[in-house]
T-cell receptor, first 114, second 113 residues
């Protein structure tokens, strides 16, 4: 499979717990993005990595959120002290530099905070 | 100024008909306008994209029309098929060193057999 892989596909957690999601981008892509999509809305940008460097973070990414991309390969997104408002689909995408058509999304991780 | 407004919210089209979805933007710095198709439980998939130096781009049954002066662009799906039933998102981005997409709110298309 040469697509963007995300794990887990679904996560149900209790309010206040920490959760971590993983994204494996297409191997040749050095750019990696995280987006959040709530029900009935379009995806919203969260953060961007070029190789292992996190170059931009949205204001949507509060202090409870942290993302990493060690060694410029897979990426993790951690949410600490989850709140009900964090319930959403978390999408990862990857791309080649400067090639807009190379922007490929994974199937996402659906988080439900109860 | 970062918003992309999309309409309609939902659309029902008969098989063989033309589906038309419209988007409008404010930020004239946007220079790339893609359309994404999303099926339930899946991530968005790039359908077709256009840059503002052309007014129309066609790929198979899908056409983007772009009106730079009106700051509007639209997706036309010709000969709509039941398999086209999905949610469609327009998006826009500008060259800031990387591609940060601003998405519309989506249009849920149902093509009836």
């Amino acid at each position: 499979d040469t697509g963007v892989s995300q794990d887990p596909r679904h996560k149900i957690t209790k309010r206040g717990q920490n959760v971590t999601f993983r994204c494996d981008p297409i191997s040749e892509h050095n750019r990696l993005y995280w987006y959040r999509q709530t029900l009935g809305q379009g995806p919203e940008f969260l953060t961007y990595f070029q190789n292992e460097a996190q170059l931009e973070k949205s204001r949507l990414l509060s202090d409870r959120f942290s993302a990493e991309r060690p060694k410029g390969s897979f990426s993790t997104l951690e949410i600490q002290r989850t709140e009900q408002g964090d319930s959403a689909m978390y999408l990862c995408a990857s791309s080649f530099p400067g090639v807009a058509d190379g922007y490929t999304f994974g199937s996402g991780t659906r988080l439900t905070v109860v | 100024q970062q918003q992309v407004k999309q309409s309609p919210q939902s659309l029902i089209v008969q098989k063989g008909g033309i589906s038309i979805i419209n988007c409008a933007y404010e930020n004239t710095a946007f220079d790339y306008f893609p359309w994404y198709q999303q099926f339930p439980g899946k991530g968005p998939a790039l359908l077709i994209a256009i840059r503002p130096d052309v007014s129309e781009k066609k790929e198979g049954r899908f056409t983007i029309s772009f009106n730079k002066s009106a700051k509007q662009f639209s997706l036309h799906i010709m000969d709509s098929q039941p398999g086209d039933s999905a949610t469609y998102f327009c998006a826009a981005s500008m060259n800031t060193g990387f591609q940060k997409l601003v998405f519309g709110t989506g249009t849920r298309l149902l093509v009836s057999p």
